[in-house]
Structure formats: C-alpha cells, structure tokens
C-alpha cells in the first residue's frame, strides 16, 4: 500500500557504491521525496518508479549533501513532461536556497511553491501528512514523519439506527457530512473507534532528542542515521551533531518503533556491517540501510468483529 525506497546510504559525499541518503515513498502512484543531494536522480533512474509523479520534496536541511542534486532533479523531471506545481518543504530559508541552485534552470514548466519551515509543523499533501520536527545540528533542521492515516471502521448499524438512507453511506465512510431530511450526519456518529494508520519517520544529522523520540513513537519503520558506528566516536558526534549506531538504536527502543534502517554513514565508514550489532544488542530489529533498499508497509489486518 505504501511503499518506501531508501535511495542511498551515504554522508558528505557520494562514494562509487553508496549514493547519498535520500528517501522517496509512493502512495497511489504519487510520490515524496526527502533531500536531494548530488546524484540523486542516478539512484532514482536506477529505481526505475520515474520522476514524473514527484509532488513534494522535503529537505531537512541545507547542507550540500541534502540538496545539491536538486537542480538537475527539477529538469528531469520538467522534461518528463510535468506542468503541475511541486511543493518543497524546508527550514526557513528555503526559497533563497532554491533560487541559488535553479539558477541554471530557469525556465520551468511548472510551478515551485514553497513551506518554510520555523517550528513542528503538520502539513497535509495528498492522502499523506507530513509532520515536520525541529532536531538538532549545525544548522537548523528537521527530521520528518510522514503518516498514511486510517479512517475508523463504518458501523452499517449505527447508519440503520439513525435511518441514514443507504445512498448516503459512501460519503460517510469518505468522512464526508451529510445533510438529509432537516438532519446533519457526521462521520463520527457512524464509526468505530480509531484505527492505526501507517507511519514512516525519517532523520538524518541530528543527536538524540526527546522531541525526536516523541515524534517517531510507534513508527512503522523508523529510517535514522548512522554517521558513527563506534562507540568511541561518540565525541566527534557530539562535537558534529550526529549519532552512532547505539544512540539511533536507543531511540528506536525508546520510541517503540517497529523496524529502523541505519543510513547516513561517513565515507571513513567503509565497512558499516562489522559495527551493526552495536545497534542489534541494543534494538534487535536493526538492518543496514543498502542502495534501493525497499519495504512496503500496508495496513494491520483487522479481526471481524
């Protein structure tokens, strides 16, 4: 139902086997992509899902490994035939940075509209929502958790009590009011309770926080970086607001989410798997982030009542 790709796994710098981290997920056919760095449509090419249905690019933040793909991303995209408006996302800022980097493309077919980011923040796009929450680094930034949201079960019952004629059903499972015979029926008044939706959370160059960690709470795949792998560097990524495999790997326990990929490793990180059960001892459900490593998440099956 929907479906997550990591694109890369890399940090500062493309390496010849590790594309820089980004994230895309595709719900019905449309697509968001979470930073951009340089090669980032290589990756996407490689992927093969296309370029075409791309509605909305969120940046965490803007250092050059997070956005400079983004210029050479718009014109492929403009040349696969999109007249539509893409929506970008970013800490505030971001239409200075966008304009110094489509200097070379300046002629569009579509239209760029732009949500500048100063604090927590949810923003509907499509059938997604996307909560955008401060963290910490260098700079300001934000890591991202986007929530495909499920409508409470109809009670066919409870619309027969109420004599809501048939017909009007559809809209109210659609979550839609109806007015019927002098009467208003809201959606509430023929469902069950709340049902889990799919959530999908996302931070790269950050340290630990609480916000953070309120924020990816029972996640279903919770993607978060791994600048260090040792412990011992644990000062450089305090010095660098970064993490280590354990600081991700707490979290993730912490916030009971139910799976986390480690991403965003330093070039000197050659050989991230010989530090993976640093994280695993810690949140046994740990997995390496790889290039075009996909999951696609669908909706908890529910018993009938």
Request: hydrophobic share 40%.
């Amino acid at each position: 139902m929907l479906d997550v790709c990591l694109l890369g796994t890399g940090g500062m710098m493309p390496l010849p086997n590790r594309w820089l981290t980004a994230l895309l997920i595709r719900y019905n056919g449309r697509k968001l992509l979470i930073d951009c760095g340089e090669g980032t449509q290589i990756t996407l090419k490689m992927l093969g899902w296309g370029f075409k249905t791309i509605d909305t690019i969120c940046f965490t933040h803007y250092h050059g490994d997070h956005v400079t793909g983004l210029a050479g991303l718009l014109l492929t995209i403009g040349n696969s035939g999109r007249t539509e408006p893409i929506t970008l996302i970013g800490p505030a800022g971001l239409e200075k940075v966008v304009q110094g980097l489509t200097i070379i493309a300046p002629e569009l077919p579509f239209e760029l509209k732009f949500i500048e980011l100063s604090e927590e923040t949810s923003i509907p796009s499509g059938d997604l929502l996307i909560k955008a929450v401060p963290v910490e680094h260098t700079i300001s930034c934000f890591a991202y958790v986007i929530e495909l949201q499920r409508r409470p079960k109809f009670k066919p019952d409870q619309a027969k009590a109420l004599n809501i004629p048939t017909r009007f059903w559809k809209e109210l499972q659609r979550g839609e009011t109806v007015e019927w015979n002098g009467s208003i029926y809201t959606p509430d008044m023929v469902s069950g309770d709340k049902r889990k939706g799919i959530k999908v959370a996302y931070c790269t160059d950050s340290r630990p926080t609480l916000g953070l960690m309120d924020a990816i709470y029972k996640a279903d795949l919770f993607v978060c970086e791994g600048m260090y792998g040792d412990d011992e560097d644990k000062p450089q990524a305090q010095k660098n607001k970064h993490m280590t495999f354990s600081e991700a790997a707490y979290l993730a326990k912490e916030g009971e989410v139910e799976e986390l990929w480690l991403t965003h490793f330093s070039p000197a990180l050659s050989e991230p798997e010989a530090y993976l059960s640093v994280a695993t001892d810690i949140f046994p459900n740990t997995k390496l982030g790889e290039e075009r490593m996909i999951k696609n998440l669908s909706f908890i099956q529910e018993k009938n009542a």
